[in-house]
T-cell receptor, first 110, second 116 residues
């Protein structure tokens, strides 16, 4: 089976930085994805990592360490609109579907 | 997620009725996935299909649930004799099936099923 863990909730102040950690134990590895989901809406693709290291995309960055089974999503210069659930998902090898963690609800306060 | 079309967006059914959810994948995508999301829970994989084939249905309940992706037309997720526990958001997603980041899965807006 697949085991993907991330914190349930995080709170941060507008303009600050928040780091959402994700650890995984899966039957093989073929990529890690981060999605953003606002309440009542569809998940929106944020980032993809398949090699170790940091991928930066504007205010959002994602890091992967395959040997540690670990990733994080870094949100910088937080804005109120960043309040959402952030989903970590892993694609095991030889498989197209994604297995999702339960999501981390981030609340940004003024 | 623009391009993956789901309908209806909201559906209300009485216990025992049938629910039929439709999904048209993004243009150029031949892989379709259905996920279910219960309130305050994560996305749970249900089924993965390609045209005319069910590739992986390991997440589908053994009874009352079925899915298809015909040669022509949208993918259909069908729930027979619905019960209150079926109330959830059902998300369809699609991908191109090509390797690497090109196989990113994109989600539709979801279909919210309420069983009364």
């Amino acid at each position: 089976g697949q085991n993907i863990d991330q914190p349930t909730e995080m709170t941060a102040t507008e303009g600050a930085i928040v780091q959402i950690n994700c650890t995984y134990q899966t039957s093989g590895f073929n990529g890690l994805f981060w999605y953003q989901q606002h309440a009542g809406e569809a998940p929106t693709f944020l980032s993809y990592n398949v090699l170790d290291g940091l991928e930066e995309k504007g205010r959002f960055s994602s890091f992967l360490s395959r040997s540690k089974g670990y990733s994080y999503l870094l949100l910088k210069e937080l804005q109120m609109k960043d309040s959402a659930s952030y989903l970590c998902a892993v694609r095991p090898s030889n498989d197209y579907k994604l297995s999702f963690g339960a999501g981390t609800t981030v609340t940004v306060r003024a | 997620n623009a391009g993956v079309m789901q309908n209806p967006r909201h559906l209300v059914r009485r216990r025992g009725q049938e629910a039929r959810l439709r999904c048209s994948p993004m243009k150029g995508h031949s892989h379709v996935y259905w996920y279910r999301q219960l309130p305050e829970e994560g996305l749970k994989f249900m089924v993965y299909l390609q045209k005319e084939n069910i590739i992986d249905e390991s997440g589908m309940p053994k009874e009352r649930f079925s899915a298809e992706f015909p040669k022509e037309g949208p993918s259909i997720l069908r729930i027979q004799q619905v019960v209150r526990g079926d109330s959830a958001a059902y998300f369809c997603a699609s991908s191109s099936g090509q390797g690497g980041s090109g196989n990113t899965i994109y989600f539709g807006e979801g279909s919210w099923l309420t069983v009364v």
